[in-house]
């Protein structure tokens, strides 16, 4: 158990350093905001690009990890979506906003750093290709179901439209796609913008995961107790356990299989809270979601960590 801890552990410390300093204000909030947009912009990006580049298209985009980890984030999505119809009895448009909370885990600035630090840096390949669709997937099947909802059924086509815009301007998908573009074409970077681009990408997750504890003072734990139960119990618990399940029943590596299940077991992201901004819908309990999910993933995490 100390050497679970001595993974996910320092992981949270950066974090909670990051809301201290903010908190007690060391850090103003502007400073965070820059230094999100840094991580977010460019250093992030960066870090993807490498990671693309270099690799192995046909092992890491392997359909059965896709298929482990993204059935089980349509698992969660339609789980929030009823519980928040059947239990806490809330409109259509709510239950879309809570079930994307609910699917969309913080698959890089939580997921990349626990899980090097669990199995090494060159246990990341199926992590990175997990990342790769991760915003495109939740965001298309997010925007596609509030539009249709909105337009009772026929959203569709403006949802599919709406998430080709967002993923075209999107600083993590334009790093992912020329990543794939050298990769594909087999074009090497010249060795200065190499080692530049390499030296920004080392910034990028410690950076990023002290942004993420001052971003975290934004959302104080208030709305609806059972929104926020609801949210977190899936995003915390079922999607690692359907992605579990799955990933033994597809005969996953053992590579493959721990960075789906650490990679699902990850609390909702702060692109959750955008989302729920963005329509309006549910946003005290997406903000709330995202605050003590990532708390309590603390606990959670380190579990999934000691029976993998």
């Known amino acids: 158990m100390l050497d679970v801890l001595a993974v996910t552990v320092p992981v949270f410390l950066i974090i909670g350093a990051g809301y201290l300093a903010v908190w007690r204000g060391l850090f103003c909030q502007a400073q965070v905001d820059g230094l999100m947009v840094f991580t977010q912009r460019f250093a992030i990006p960066c870090l993807l690009f490498l990671a693309v580049a270099t690799l192995d298209l046909a092992r890491g985009f392997d359909w059965r990890l896709l298929t482990a980890y993204y059935s089980g984030s349509l698992v969660c999505f339609v789980a929030g979506i009823l519980g928040t119809l059947w239990w806490l009895k809330r409109g259509a448009e709510d239950a879309v906003a809570v079930g994307f909370a609910a699917m969309f885990a913080n ?153 789906a299940v650490v990679t699902a077991a990850m609390a909702p992201g702060v692109n959750s809270y955008l989302f729920a901004a963005m329509h309006g819908r549910a946003v005290r309990i997406s903000a709330s979601s995202v605050l003590i999910g990532t708390a309590a993933s603390v606990v959670t995490v380190s579990g999934w960590l000691l029976v993998l």
């Open 107 to 259: 698959t890089v600035l939580l997921g990349l750093p626990i899980s090097e630090r669990a199995f090494g840096a060159d246990s990341l390949a199926p992590n990175y290709a997990i990342i790769a669709v991760h915003a495109a997937f939740c965001y298309f099947v997010g925007i596609a179901t509030m539009e249709a909802v909105r337009a009772g059924g026929a959203g569709l086509i403006g949802g599919a439209r709406t998430v080709a815009r967002t993923m075209a301007t999107n600083s993590l998908m334009i790093g992912v796609a020329l990543g794939l573009a050298v990769n594909l074409t087999g074009l090497p970077l010249p060795g200065p913008a190499e080692e530049a681009v390499r030296l920004i990408a080392s910034a990028a997750l410690p950076a990023a995961l002290f942004g993420l504890g001052g971003v975290l003072v934004q959302y104080r734990p208030e709305g609806d107790a059972r929104g926020i139960a609801l949210c977190c119990g899936i995003a915390l618990l079922l999607h690692p356990a359907w992605t579990w399940g799955i990933g033994r029943l597809l005969g996953l590596d053992q590579g493959q299989f721990r960075a």
